[in-house]
């Protein structure tokens, strides 16, 4: 007999439970939601919302997206996508080669969240680890190129030749305004010099070397190796160009400097490049961390960011980022760059390559390509056919002439039918270029594809570059590249570093304006897929219509949450979105004749890369004033417009607001700008109080930067990889960047590029194109209306402790709050730089600092974080503030100078020294709260000095003893 004992309530839909993901990227419950909104005093989430989002910008109705999707549903359909890439095997060169990442590197620092969950190491206390790996790179990069200092990573080779090229400027001071560029450059790098060059009102010269030499310019940028494969020595023609006082710019190909004379040895001022060929990915493109290697005269002036190693307060040797204020984003209007983050996890990878193959390894693995190049060569030349080798002197690549365009197009084609890739140069000549994972099978492939006769791989390995392009000197003799060759060695190196860094697996990182969210399993999986990882970036379009599918459908997920009518992918930071936005803007007025419109309004509060894109655009700042609420002050905003109204270019404002609160006026201050034929640049940093519940362009934005890491789950990686498209109505669209080499759908044909490669940082975009799928329509506005309730439930629980300096019409805040510490320095001394230190000994990563407004704190708990983790958070500020008022009331012996927040963090080494001069128990230094003795994280190391790692500038490996 059949059971009759069927529940009613059920149903298939409900046990297969396709949006089971939003509840576990989400941290709270409904009961833990409801004893929120009671405390913020709401008995349900539509009246709190309703008093939270001015109702002038609620959509109110539901995003034009499908409902959720399972993890493992999800999973599949982008599978699906993946099975329709062709991985061929790559011999297009042009800046990209295949790889091998090392697997003990690949899952102890790719797939590790304690590596890629970590924010930029603005807190350097706890953040060692990940700077010790950065030096690392820094050191590498000093050795290969041979100049004193080294930048920790750009965000790819094109954009740090356009950066070399303002430095040059910068540094130069010529009164010239022409830079050359060797024709040997790789076009999309040309694409990008030309586009920065533009807006600064520099001419760009390509050239040869003779025209290098008899020109009168600022900066002269010359490839090493050339597009074609060429090697050539540059020291004749550096020391031509600066006899006639020109900054000299070397792109040079990291492998190939383990084997060739340095830049510095030709004589060069600044080397870059790509990092690519150490171990990371070609991703279609990206990410990659671009190296960027000066000498010691330009280390006030160079972009991106420095570590140095200081002291900290027990007088031991400690890292942090150096010379901050010389930082482009901080030098706001007055900057030559906006570069704000860079590339670390991917320099992570690039310098653990280095540590793990060390010279030996690096030389072996460079040599091999080499021979094996040499070996092709050779194989042509000695064939008997019609095929030329066009250059004697190369690395890695070999360019062949056909004879004719036909056998070059057979040759190609028949390439292509047996799985690899070559790269046509013009019409008769190909370019093969051989990498890390050539081996003897392709060699003969290769060979019978030219020659029509397999060839065996010669048995002796053949150096074929003269003696005058060969180093000589040492390079890696620091003791960590010659001390970790066994996987035990680097599995154990890996743990101590990632032990150093406080990321989101230990605790929640509540810094303002930077969404620290999860990032979820499901979503990283697929970065790691062969199909997604191991594509060139120029590969033929056939073979690559999956990957595009992908991208497809992440635009249009991003047009339905947005409102805008066409995106940009190509921007792979958002620094680089904003650029890439208001380049839009300045085509679109250049498109209408209307050139005189370079005035870019800001308001008071935005962040420092605003103005510093708009000075890079070459536009006028005007800085808005904000009024005691935070807002824009609308009378001075008005007063401006009508004063620049003739040449008014853009309005860049932040919505919500930088101060945390959603402006109720944001369609009038759209409409006035539009009034004045000017446009609406909307800085996205702050999406995440937006999606589901309004669209930017409906409320009047014509442009919109997103950062993907933030908002759509791309981890910051301790300081990137991140992406930053942009979205645009339809009268903008036709001016997005376009791409050279590899031409973007829908861009007008003659607009240059922004980044090097069409698709920006192409392969961490799966990320993204997960979250959105398995949050779906639904789960998107529950995100939102939960990042929303976790900033309200933390404002409302610390505003008796410290007052929230700035809130909306209803005294709510929107997906963030900042409270004031200045009250609290006045009363006991104590100051928001104390505070952060000591949130260390509690476990925690201070909110951000002193931004937008000195002296306070900026929050933003996520929608990630569960309730228990916000009370542990408050729990920690609340005690904090007590430790302050002990301090000004003098008990128990604490002094100003004398106190567990000024002597912060307190590290294990000086919990259990003999020594104990304090007025305080090691108990309450290191165990404040009963909570933290569950799950301690120690800092390495105590506060650091900042004046001293300044004074005394040093920026590569100190010697091992600085660590026993």
């Not at 990291?254 to 870059?272: R, T």
């Not at 402006?663 to 109080?689: F, K, P, T, W």
Request: charged share 20%; net charge negative; glycine share 8%.
């Amino acid at each position: 007999m059949t059971s009759q004992n069927t529940n009613s309530n059920l149903s298939f839909d409900g046990l297969f439970d396709e949006a089971r993901f939003v509840a576990r990227h989400l941290g709270s419950g409904a009961n833990d939601q409801a004893e929120m909104l009671k405390a913020v005093g709401y008995d349900d989430m539509d009246s709190f919302i309703a008093d939270t989002v001015p109702e002038a910008v609620r959509m109110n109705r539901e995003l034009d997206l499908p409902k959720a999707m399972s993890e493992h549903n999800a999973l599949a359909k982008l599978r699906g996508m993946a099975d329709d890439i062709t991985v061929n095997k790559s011999y297009i060169g042009q800046g990209y080669s295949p790889v091998r990442m090392p697997a003990v590197i690949q899952r102890n620092v790719l797939e590790n969240p304690g590596w890629y969950t970590a924010y930029t190491p603005y807190q350097a206390e706890i953040s060692q680890g990940r700077l010790e790996a950065l030096l690392n790179f820094q050191q590498v990069c000093i050795d290969l190129t041979g100049l004193e200092l080294a930048g920790a990573s750009l965000l790819d080779e094109a954009t740090a030749a356009a950066e070399g090229m303002a430095l040059a400027k910068r540094v130069r001071k010529s009164k010239s305004n022409q830079f050359f560029v060797d024709e040997r450059i790789y076009p999309q790098t040309l694409d990008v010099i030309r586009t920065r060059a533009k807006y600064f009102g520099w001419e760009v010269v390509v050239g040869d070397f003779e025209t290098a030499k008899s020109g009168d310019f600022f900066g002269a940028i010359f490839q090493y190796v050339g597009k074609e494969g060429d090697v050539v020595d540059l020291t004749e023609v550096i020391a031509a160009v600066k006899q006639n006082k020109t900054y000299a710019l070397v792109v040079s190909d990291i492998m190939s400097l383990v084997l060739l004379k340095s830049p510095a040895a030709m004589g060069a001022d600044v080397a870059l490049g790509s990092t690519q060929r150490f171990g990371i990915p070609m991703g279609f493109g990206g990410p990659h961390a671009a190296y960027f290697a000066f000498t010691d005269k330009a280390k006030r002036s160079a972009p991106g960011r420095i570590i140095g190693v200081s002291k900290d307060a027990q007088g031991n040797t400690a890292l942090r980022m150096a010379l901050q204020t010389r930082e482009q984003h901080i030098r706001r209007e007055k900057a030559n760059s906006n570069i704000c983050t860079s590339q670390v996890l991917l320099a992570n990878l690039a310098g653990m390559y280095a540590v793990y193959h060390g010279p030996e390894g690096l030389k072996r693995i460079a040599t091999r390509i080499h021979a094996m190049a040499t070996a092709f060569s050779d194989a042509i030349k000695a064939s008997n056919s019609e095929l030329k080798v066009v250059h004697d002197q190369i690395f890695d690549t070999v360019l062949v002439d056909c004879g004719s365009e036909k056998l070059a197009t057979q040759i190609y084609e028949n390439a292509e039918n047996v799985g690899y890739n070559l790269w046509r140069e013009g019409d008769s000549k190909l370019s093969i270029s051989f990498s890390e994972t050539s081996n003897a099978a392709d060699f003969e492939t290769l060979t019978q594809l030219f020659t029509n006769k397999a060839q065996p791989l010669p048995s002796e390995a053949k150096i074929s570059l003269s003696d005058a392009v060969l180093r000589t000197d040492k390079i890696l003799t620091h003791p960590v590249f010659n001390s970790h060759h066994t996987e035990h060695e680097m599995l154990r190196y890996l743990k101590k570093l990632e032990d150093k860094d406080l990321a989101m697996n230990r605790s929640m990182i509540s810094l303002g304006s930077c969404t620290m969210k999860l990032n979820a399993t499901s979503e990283m999986l697929p970065i790691t897929w062969n199909e997604f990882a191991n594509v060139h970036p120029f590969a033929p379009k056939d073979q690559v219509t999956g990957y595009v599918a992908m991208i497809e459908s992440l635009q249009e997920q991003l047009k339905a949450i947005t409102g805008f009518d066409d995106i940009s992918m190509q921007p792979n930071s958002g620094a680089s979105g904003e650029y890439a936005g208001l380049l839009a803007i300045r085509r679109y007025h250049e498109s209408l004749g209307q050139t005189n419109r370079n005035v870019c309004l800001i308001p008071k509060s935005a962040h420092g890369t605003n103005p510093a894109t708009a000075q890079m655009m070459g536009m006028k700042v005007v800085v808005v004033a904000t009024d005691e609420n935070g807002n824009v002050d609308l009378d001075d905003l008005k007063a401006k417009c009508e004063e620049h109204s003739e040449n008014l270019g853009a309005l860049m404002i932040t919505y919500p607001s930088t101060h945390g609160v959603f402006e109720a006026g944001i369609r009038d201050i759209c409409d006035l700008i539009h009034s004045h034929g000017a446009q609406v640049y909307m800085d996205g940093a702050n999406m995440n109080a937006q999606v589901g519940i309004m669209q930017p362009a409906e409320v009047g934005a014509d442009v919109l930067h997103m950062n993907l890491h933030k908002t759509f789950c791309i981890p910051h990686g301790g300081g990137g990889p991140g992406m930053g498209p942009i979205g645009m109505k339809a009268h903008l669209a036709p001016f997005k960047a376009n791409h050279s080499v590899t031409p973007v759908f829908n861009a007008t044909e003659d607009t240059t590029a922004v980044s090097a490669a069409p698709y920006g940082s192409a392969s961490i975009l799966p990320i993204s194109w997960m979250y959105i799928t398995m949050m779906g329509r639904d789960g998107l506005l529950q995100a939102t209306k939960t990042a929303l309730l976790n900033a309200n439930y933390v404002a409302s629980q610390l505003q008796d402790e410290y007052p929230v300096l700035y809130t909306g019409k209803n005294g709510r805040v929107a997906h963030e709050c900042i409270i004031d510490i200045r009250p609290l320095k006045e009363e006991t001394g104590i100051t928001e730089a104390d505070i952060a230190k000591r949130l260390m000994d509690y476990g925690f990563h201070a909110p951000t600092m002193s931004f937008p407004v000195a002296g306070t704190l900026m929050i933003e708990p996520t929608e990630s974080e569960p309730k228990h983790e916000l009370d542990r958070f408050i729990s920690a500020l609340k005690s904090i503030k007590q430790e302050a008022l002990k301090v000004k009331e003098g008990t128990d012996g604490w002094t100003a100078d004398n106190n567990p927040l000024v002597n912060a963090p307190h590290t294990a080494f000086v919990i259990t020294s003999e020594e104990w001069s304090y007025p305080y128990s090691r108990d309450t230094a290191a165990f404040p709260l009963d909570y933290i003795r569950q799950h301690k994280f120690w800092p390495s190391v105590g506060r650091i000095d900042d004046v001293y790692g300044d004074k005394n500038l040093m920026c590569s490996c100190p010697s091992i003893e600085n660590y026993m």
